[in-house]
């Protein structure tokens, strides 16, 4: 039996993981979660844990509005609060330590019509403070591994599922609405909420390092996404290429207008190869995973 310790509360991925570490491994892991928004988190001892889970963290913002003051605060929490966590963790014998990276270590989507695939041998290159703020924490928690202290990052693309919070929700609430969708031919990775906890389950209980680029088996297209949407919540939606012009407009218009339309139909995704190991995780299908976030 293994301890997790969560640090960051209220989050989703650090939730959703206590619920299905709970559902599926409750005899192999146990999890407590501690508050990380005062420094009363400082006090506490870690030592009776085995595994420490950092999840707390500020998402992603409009990079491109924001003042000086609120950039520092990405890096005080993204960054300097992950390091520091981990430092303690490691002072006080944690085996394992756990981080939440992101895909936007790679910078932003292609842009509508241009392709972006990702491999082992791609250098991140953060295209924004958001995106430099976890590469910080990215590289500055693997350069603690030791023989003693295992790192364990992950580097995930758009995380999904149901009470997720991000880009699905407005993806699912124009699937509910729109009756026509242009047909772009896309591609994403994206990783369904179940299919990350159970690779943390599995990383967990190995207590295995490294850098990983967990996604679904599937890869995924934008259309294709809000058909399965739509179809699930009884509203079809009819998808087109007689529109596919109006997003090659959009796309290249200056401004927000571009940029939803190159976030919307962009393509980022991870090559499968790098995603498969010595275990399964990738439990649930796409088209399933769609009808678990929609019930």
């Known amino acids: 039996m293994k301890k997790v310790l969560i640090t960051g509360a209220n989050s989703y991925i650090g939730m959703s993981f206590e619920k299905y570490a709970q559902a599926h491994y409750a005899s192999e892991l146990t999890v407590d979660t501690i508050d990380m928004i005062d420094g009363s988190w400082r006090k506490t001892n870690f030592s009776p844990y085995d595994i420490v889970f950092h999840v707390a963290g500020i998402a992603h913002a409009d990079v491109g509005n924001v003042s000086e003051e609120t950039k520092k605060k990405y890096y005080a929490i993204n960054t300097d609060l992950a390091i520091e966590t981990a430092k303690k963790a490691k002072a006080e014998g944690i085996k394992q330590f756990v981080f939440m990276s992101s895909a936007i270590v790679y910078g932003d989507s292609a842009p509508y019509g241009v392709k972006k695939r990702i491999t082992k041998d791609t250098e991140p ?162 088209e399933e995973s769609i009808k678990r976030t929609e019930a």
């Not at 295209?127 to 992950?154: C, H, M, P």
């Not at 949407?229 to 571009?258: F, M, Y």
């Open 125 to 286: 290159s953060p295209a924004n403070f958001y995106g430099d703020s976890k590469w910080q924490a990215d590289k500055g928690i693997r350069e603690l591994e030791s023989s003693s202290f295992t790192t364990t990052v992950l580097r995930p693309p758009m995380i999904y599922g149901k009470g997720s919070k991000g880009n699905y929700p407005t993806l699912a609430s124009m699937a509910k609405k729109l009756p026509i969708f242009p047909n772009v031919e896309n591609e994403r990775s994206m990783l369904y909420i179940e299919n990350l906890c159970e690779f943390l389950c599995q990383v967990m209980i190995r207590g295995e390092g490294g850098i990983f680029w967990p996604q679904n088996a599937e890869y995924t297209r934008t259309s294709d996404m809000v058909r399965m949407i739509g179809d699930v919540c009884g509203h079809k939606v009819r998808v087109s290429k007689a529109w596919n012009w109006a997003v090659g407009l959009a796309s290249k218009c200056p401004g927000k207008v571009s940029g939803l339309a190159n976030k919307a139909f962009g393509n980022m995704s991870y090559d499968q190869r790098m995603s498969r190991y010595d275990f399964d995780y990738q439990v649930v299908g796409l």
